[in-house]
């Protein structure tokens, strides 16, 4: 393990959405950098000039922040640096661990058929030739990787990992227009940006042992390395988008918070004991990667919906109100100053059995109907003289109520049952029915504290005044 102060990245490619298996990549690599007391860094792969927009890198930026991951310094943008990457490559030539290969693509294919014929990897004819040799034709540049032996890959999570040199190829460095490929990037911008721990998904084990020959070829510190298992859907299977694929926006779309997320997160491959639940100072205090177990991860969506619950359950009224608003502005419903203070005082009753924050904004709705309210038909049906009669007694018996509270409401609505020698069953249901419209609601005396005790009393004298 590198004794050098931790540097940790993440390196995402910006040519689509920012997806979970990413995001718990940069999730971990953060927890790792924060708990060593080092730096968590971000580099753009920006590379594929065709699909990298501004847009996506946008979306990058903005899952990270949502997820409140941000770097400690200013992103890198590996495109920019590709002058600095051939310059290595260069390096490398002359360092004799690189030779320039000018290979036709007709030669190239003629060489794999016989390579795949022996059962080995390609081998160039150029790569021992001598410089004086080269015809004056395009050229590609190559590692010269060894030929024999092993390279071992000391890995924080899969422990010792063993390549035979002989499976590995001479990689391409610097294509026939001098474009850098993706292993030499990689390799010279961690080294600049002194990273210490490359910490990713295990698809690219097999770049460690080829990035590793690039680090000794040119006697540069190689990097712990780190690589995490996959993320599988509920049925062990690759993630889809109808399991699970979604970009990390999409998790803030279906009603998630960020903190739910990266407690959710930390879980997929690493854990405390027995600990479900806990926060990102203790998250901090307890990771460490090497702890991060080898085998892929399931994404669970019931403890996942369990988790979001409990957070909700703990996130403060008015930060809940702020996300309700923007939720239901997306269903074209605009909220007053009025009715935000009317989400604030209703969220404390409803949250409990939100799963989501569009669960919690579904059970406010109740509280924001305007007067008079449609009744649900069943409800009208049970309008009769004799519910109307006990309606309004028990509109009186709410109006004597000194203080408008749930302790207070619950001991007058059961000395009115017993008053009227019946169960709540016979008043309660077509009382909720008044109070909310036939919309989901909280029990009784909380839906009557959200409400007020003058929207409350209202709603059940425009009930009675229209049975009557």
Same mark, same amino acid.
């Given at each position: 393990?590198?004794?050098? *102060? %931790?540097?940790?990245?993440?390196?995402?490619?910006?040519?689509?959405?920012?997806?979970?298996?990413?995001?718990r990549?940069?999730?971990? +690599?953060?927890?790792?950098? @924060?708990?060593?007391?080092?730096?968590?860094l971000?580099?753009?792969?920006?590379?594929? @000039?065709?699909?990298?927009?501004?847009?996506?890198v946008?979306?990058?930026? $903005?899952?990270?922040?949502?997820?409140?991951?941000? *770097?400690?310094?200013?992103?890198?943008?590996?495109?920019?640096?590709?002058?600095?990457?051939?310059?290595?490559?260069?390096?490398?030539?002359?360092?004799?661990?690189?030779?320039?290969?000018?290979?036709?693509?007709?030669?190239?294919?003629?060489?794999?058929?016989? #390579?795949?014929?022996?059962?080995?990897?390609?081998?160039?004819?150029?790569?021992?030739?001598? *410089? +004086?040799?080269?015809? #004056?034709?395009? /050229?590609?540049?190559?590692?010269?990787?060894?030929?024999?032996?092993?390279? %071992?890959?000391?890995?924080?999570?899969?422990?010792?990992?063993?390549?035979?040199?002989?499976?590995?190829?001479?990689l391409?460095?610097?294509?026939?227009?001098?474009? &850098?490929?993706?292993?030499?990037?990689? =390799?010279?911008?961690?080294?600049?940006?002194?990273i210490?721990?490359?910490?990713?998904?295990? $698809?690219?084990?097999? +770049?460690?042992?080829?990035?590793?020959?690039?680090?000794?070829?040119?006697?540069?510190?190689?990097?712990?390395?780190?690589?995490? &298992?996959?993320?599988?859907?509920?049925?062990?299977?690759?993630?889809?988008?109808?399991?699970?694929?979604?970009?990390?926006?999409e /998790?803030? $779309?279906?009603?998630?918070?960020?903190?739910?997320?990266?407690?959710?997160?930390?879980?997929?491959?690493?854990?405390?004991?027995?600990?479900?639940?806990?926060?990102?100072?203790?998250?901090?205090?307890?990771?460490?990667?090497?702890?991060? =177990?080898? #085998?892929?991860?399931?994404?669970?969506?019931?403890?996942?919906?369990?988790?979001?619950?409990?957070?909700?359950?703990?996130?403060?009224?008015?930060?809940?109100?702020?996300?309700?608003?923007?939720?239901?502005?997306?269903?074209?419903?605009?909220?007053?100053?009025?009715?935000m #203070?009317? %989400?604030?005082?209703?969220? *404390?009753?409803?949250?409990?059995?939100?799963?989501?924050?569009?669960?919690?904004?579904?059970?406010?709705?109740?509280?924001?109907?305007?007067?008079?309210?449609?009744?649900?038909?069943?409800?009208?049906a049970q309008?009769?003289?004799?519910?109307?009669?006990?309606?309004?007694?028990?509109?009186?018996?709410?109006?004597?109520?000194?203080?408008?509270?749930?302790?207070?409401?619950?001991?007058?609505?059961?000395? /009115?049952?017993?008053?009227?020698?019946?169960?709540?069953?016979?008043?309660?249901?077509?009382?909720?029915?008044?109070?909310?419209?036939?919309?989901?609601?909280?029990?009784?005396?909380?839906?009557?504290?959200?409400?007020?005790?003058?929207?409350?009393?209202?709603?059940?004298?425009?009930?009675?005044?229209?049975?009557?």
């Amino acid at each position: 393990m590198s004794d050098r *102060p %931790v540097r940790t990245r993440i390196a995402p490619s910006p040519t689509g959405m920012m997806h979970i298996g990413t995001a718990r990549v940069a999730l971990f +690599n953060w927890l790792y950098a @924060r708990h060593t007391g080092g730096q968590f860094l971000l580099r753009i792969e920006d590379t594929d @000039r065709e699909r990298s927009t501004d847009e996506a890198v946008k979306v990058i930026f $903005d899952g990270l922040a949502w997820l409140n991951l941000q *770097p400690d310094e200013p992103p890198v943008f590996q495109f920019a640096r590709a002058e600095r990457h051939r310059a290595v490559a260069e390096e490398l030539l002359a360092r004799g661990g690189a030779y320039r290969d000018y290979m036709t693509p007709e030669e190239l294919e003629a060489e794999r058929e016989v #390579a795949r014929a022996e059962g080995r990897v390609v081998r160039s004819p150029w790569r021992d030739a001598s *410089p +004086n040799d080269a015809p #004056a034709r395009p /050229f590609v540049v190559r590692l010269k990787a060894p030929q024999e032996g092993e390279t %071992v890959i000391l890995d924080a999570v899969k422990g010792e990992v063993r390549f035979q040199n002989k499976q590995l190829d001479d990689l391409i460095l610097l294509r026939t227009d001098g474009t &850098p490929t993706y292993n030499l990037a990689v =390799v010279v911008d961690d080294h600049d940006m002194g990273i210490t721990h490359v910490i990713r998904g295990d $698809d690219h084990l097999n +770049n460690a042992a080829r990035q590793t020959l690039i680090y000794q070829g040119l006697g540069w510190e190689t990097p712990v390395w780190a690589h995490l &298992p996959m993320i599988n859907g509920p049925d062990g299977k690759k993630l889809s988008k109808r399991h699970g694929s979604q970009a990390v926006s999409e /998790f803030d $779309d279906m009603g998630y918070l960020p903190e739910t997320m990266r407690n959710y997160l930390a879980k997929l491959g690493w854990g405390h004991g027995d600990d479900e639940i806990f926060s990102d100072e203790q998250a901090i205090a307890w990771f460490d990667i090497k702890d991060v =177990v080898s #085998a892929p991860a399931r994404l669970d969506w019931d403890k996942l919906n369990h988790l979001n619950n409990h957070y909700i359950r703990q996130a403060e009224p008015a930060r809940l109100a702020g996300l309700v608003k923007k939720i239901l502005a997306s269903r074209d419903v605009a909220l007053t100053a009025g009715d935000m #203070a009317i %989400v604030e005082r209703t969220i *404390p009753f409803v949250r409990d059995g939100a799963k989501t924050t569009l669960e919690l904004a579904d059970n406010v709705i109740f509280a924001l109907k305007r007067r008079p309210l449609e009744l649900p038909e069943k409800a009208k049906a049970q309008m009769t003289e004799e519910m109307t009669d006990r309606l309004s007694r028990l509109r009186q018996a709410l109006e004597a109520v000194e203080f408008w509270d749930v302790p207070s409401l619950e001991g007058a609505l059961r000395a /009115f049952a017993e008053a009227e020698g019946v169960g709540l069953g016979k008043f309660g249901p077509q009382l909720r029915a008044v109070l909310s419209g036939g919309a989901p609601a909280p029990d009784l005396a909380g839906a009557m504290v959200a409400l007020g005790r003058d929207e409350s009393l209202g709603r059940l004298d425009d009930a009675l005044s229209r049975a009557a």
